[in-house]
Every structure is written in C-alpha cells, then in structure tokens.
C-alpha cells in the first residue's frame, strides 16, 4: 500500500515515495502545514511502511496493523512497540509525574523517548517516533530532544507534525527536514467529506482542511463560531469604541479555542475577499475588496499576536478598533 491512501498532497508524497524506494529514509522529518490535511495520515503510513514485516508498507501484515492500532485502554497509543507516539495530554499524570497544562513536558521525553533510544527496535525493523503537535514541545522538552534528534541511534526516524511550525525553537527546526503539507484541493476534500454533506460555501470557508469540515459539521460549534462572528460584527460598527472592550471580555477561555474562532473569521473574510475579486464590475468593488483583504490581514495579526502570548483581551481589543478604521463596506 505504501502512502497510496495519501490525497491531494502530491509533493508530500513524491518525497516521502523517493526516501522509501532509495532506502535513504532522514531520520528527522518535519511534517507542516494546516490541520486536517493529511500530516497524521503520512505519518501513520511511514510509520507502516518502515515497520511492515514485507517492507513495502502492505497495511495488512501484523507490524502494519499493529503499528496504527491504538490500545483499547489509556493510554491510547500503538499497539506496535516500536511505534512511540508523543503528544500533551496522551499519558496519564500518575505515569509522567507531571501535569501536561502548558504543553508536552520534559518529563514525557526523558520517561516515554530517551529511555527507548539505549536499545534496538524490539521486532528489528526500525523505531519510529511520531511526535504531534510538536509545537506544544515545552522548551525543556525541546532541549531535551535536541541531541537524540542531532544523532539518533541506527534505524530510528522521528516524525514530528506541526500546524504552527514558527512556534518550533530554531534548534528543532534546524534538526529536522521539513515536508510542507497543503491545504487540500476542494475536489479531494469533497471526496472526503462526503459524510458531512456540507454546502459549496462552508467546505470554501475549511481552506483545504478536512479537521475543519468536521467542526463545521458539529452543531455546537455552529453556534459558537457564529456567535463570535455577530459580536465582531457588532463590536466594528457599534458607535462607541468601547465596544471592543464588551466584546473582548465575551472571549472563550481557552487560548486554543480563541485561536481556532479568530481562524474561522479569517477563513470567512477570505471566502468574501476572493468573491469580491472575482467581481470586477466596477471600482467600487475592487475598493471593497481590498478592504476585505485589509481586514484579513488584520484578523490574522491579531492570531499571531495572541500565538505569541500575547494578552488575549488585548489583542482583541485591538483588533475591533483596527477593524474600525478601515474604510469600504459594512462590516
């Protein structure tokens, strides 16, 4: 089987096809781009075909199997025992003996990682180290890792998958290859979507990414996402500037959660920017346009600010009056 079962990432795939085929598989990828777009996929595929007992990645033979199959019980990682998977939140407290609040801790490296890397891979194939949502890798984590990630022992890979790369120290990246996955082109999306039965607009506003049609999916979520939108909307064109302020304090708690709203926001100026693109009827719409594509390009800022820890119920608060100052159409 191989990475057959991976769409719509065709440069992806060509490079991690070439690796297998030659035998020269790097010992340190770096699998980035947007959720839901197939990082996980890849890596269980790799993971497969460096494991399988034919070695070309079957996905039927026992190794293959096993290498994807999560145990029934918590915590829920491969049955395979040369398939490390790291991720925050995965092991239990009492196992790590250390909370996981701020991101996956050292004490997951040095417990469930370092200890493995003083042996050979249990069945004689290969180790392989899937790490997800490296950028949640605490800095003490990360240094943690640096040497084994420099030099590795024979046989053994890590896979590290990110959506926010630029969150990844410099010594990390600089240690890792990187594979640059895509947002997925509509047709593959709809394809995989096919379940959720979603309209041409809201599989638009998933920008390539399946994670996202799932929540667009989800009722609940529905209603927080337009929820959020209406109080933005409110906020901009409201006649008192502290608005932005009632707004800010309405904010969900959660760094995460905020993050993924102010996406959906971006995700649905951008559907309007490029619709008013694509009418060039007159100057008024191209100046719309652009005032679409300005606050685009504000909403993401915002994004980065708070990525960068920046104080939520500011950087909100700031947004709305940037917001406010940008001439064209009602918000």
Same mark, same amino acid.
């Given at each position: ?44 595929l790799?993971?497969q ?19 994807? /199959? ?6 829920? $990682?491969?049955?395979? !025992?040369?398939?490390?998977? #790291?991720? &925050?939140? *995965? ?24 200890p493995?890397?003083g ?26 890792l ?15 998958l990110?959506?926010?790369?630029q969150?990844?120290p410099? /010594? ?6 990187? $594979?640059?996955?895509? !947002?997925?082109?509509?047709? #593959?999306? &709809?394809? *995989?979507?096919?379940?959720y ?8 506003l ?66 309007? /920017?490029?619709?008013?693109i ?10 719309q ?43």
């Amino acid at each position: 089987m191989g990475l057959g079962t991976l769409l719509g990432q065709p440069s992806a795939k060509k490079i991690l096809e070439r690796a297998l085929s030659l035998g020269r598989v790097h010992h340190a990828y770096r699998f980035e781009g947007p959720p839901g777009v197939g990082k996980q996929l890849a890596a269980n595929l790799m993971a497969q075909a460096l494991l399988c007992e034919t070695g070309t990645g079957c996905g039927v033979c026992s190794a293959c199997e096993r290498a994807v /199959t999560l145990a029934p019980e918590a915590p829920h $990682v491969p049955l395979h !025992p040369d398939h490390i998977v #790291v991720q &925050r939140g *995965l092991y239990p407290q009492g196992v790590l003996g250390a909370s996981e609040a701020t991101g996956i801790s050292v004490e997951q490296i040095r417990k469930i990682v370092l200890p493995r890397m003083g042996f050979p891979p249990h069945e004689g194939k290969a180790l392989v180290v899937s790490i997800v949502d490296a950028h949640e890798l605490t800095i003490s984590a990360a240094n943690a890792l640096l040497k084994t990630l420099e030099e590795p022992p024979s046989r053994t890979h890590f896979i590290l998958l990110t959506s926010r790369p630029q969150k990844l120290p410099d /010594t990390i990246r600089s240690r890792t290859l990187k $594979v640059r996955f895509s !947002p997925l082109p509509k047709a #593959v999306l &709809r394809e *995989l979507a096919t379940e959720y039965s979603l309209d041409d607009e809201l599989l638009q506003l998933a920008q390539g990414s399946l994670e996202r049609v799932r929540e667009f999916a989800d009722d609940k979520s529905r209603e927080v996402r337009t929820q959020f939108w209406e109080a933005a909307r409110e906020a901009v064109s409201h006649n008192h500037p502290s608005q932005a302020l009632t707004f800010a304090e309405q904010r969900p708690e959660a760094r995460d959660d905020l993050l993924d709203l102010l996406r959906y926001m971006s995700s649905r100026i951008a559907h309007e /920017t490029r619709t008013q693109i694509h009418d060039e009827t007159s100057f008024a719409s191209g100046r719309q346009g652009r005032a679409l594509a300005s606050r685009y390009f504000e909403v993401e800022r915002a994004a980065r600010e708070i990525e960068q820890n920046a104080s939520p119920a500011l950087a909100l608060e700031s947004l709305i009056l940037r917001l406010r100052q940008i001439p064209g159409l009602s918000f």
